[in-house]
């Protein structure tokens, strides 16, 4: 079964600061990988995405992620981090066709929680 | 558009109530789903429909009742509520009968309170 790693559950920067989240992969083919970024209350947006190509790939509000085959990662990247990044951020893989069902189930790992001190 | 739109943003209810929550799109999607989502937690996937018809129910208690009356519209009618049903309700959209799952379009949730 795919899953999601995620492994640090609360990271804390200093604003200016270089950012790395880590995401870790369980996936059996080539996977179908997402970033999403939540505030408080809020919904799920997508900052980057990657499907196949390029292994690095650009994202909204500066983000950046490169995906690793032989590492079975894809970490989030921000060369300077700004106080309005303090969110919770998703990493997910999209599913394959599963038991004939095609509905493409997205597996979200447990979610990471920024805070940026000034 | 590529929007989700989720109506309420907000819902207080009774363990009595009978409410429902709606969620829109213009996408010509053909794939909608449910979520729902704790606190400090992932969303965990409720129900899909593809075509306007049921795919999947995660074993989701029947006090949840899903509807897909067009492709553009998808609800989830709310009867007799627990407290422990709070959560953020989220839905998504996608291309329909697809493979893999190449694209995600979240709305902005509905903060779902049971008194």
């Known amino acids: 079964a795919q899953s999601v790693t995620q492994p640090d559950i609360h990271i804390t920067v200093s604003e200016g600061a270089s950012l790395e989240l880590r995401c870790n992969y369980s996936y059996g083919a080539t996977p179908y990988l997402f970033w999403y970024v939540q505030s408080p209350g809020q919904g799920l947006q997508l900052l980057l995405k990657?499907?196949?190509?390029?292994?690095l790939v650009q994202g909204i509000k500066g983000f950046e992620a490169e995906f690793k085959r032989s590492q079975s990662s894809f970490n989030l990247r921000k060369p300077s981090v700004h106080w309005s990044d303090a969110a919770e951020y998703f990493c997910?893989?999209?599913?394959?066709?599963?038991?004939?069902?095609?509905?493409?189930?997205?597996?979200f790992g447990q979610g990471t929680i920024l805070t940026v001190h000034p | 558009d590529t929007e989700v739109t989720q109506t309420p943003k907000h819902l207080v209810m009774g363990m009595t109530n009978k409410k429902s929550l709606k969620c829109e799109q213009h996408m010509g999607h053909r794939a909608m789903y449910w979520y729902k989502q704790k606190a400090k937690k992932p969303p965990e996937l409720m129900f899909v429909?593809?075509?306007?018809?049921?795919?999947i129910n995660e074993s989701v208690p029947s006090r949840f009742s899903p509807e897909c009356p067009n492709s553009s519209l998808l609800n989830l009618h709310l009867h007799a509520l627990q407290p422990e049903d709070s959560a953020l309700y989220l839905c998504?959209?996608?291309?329909?009968?697809?493979?893999?799952?190449?694209?995600?379009?979240f709305g902005q949730g509905t903060r779902l309170t049971v008194v």
């Open positions: 990657y499907f196949s190509g390029d292994t």
């Open positions: 998504d959209s996608s291309q329909g009968k697809i493979l893999l799952r190449t694209e995600a379009f």
């Open positions: 997910a893989v999209g599913q394959t066709n599963a038991g004939g069902t095609s509905y493409g189930k997205l597996t």
């Open positions: 429909y593809s075509y306007e018809k049921l795919s």
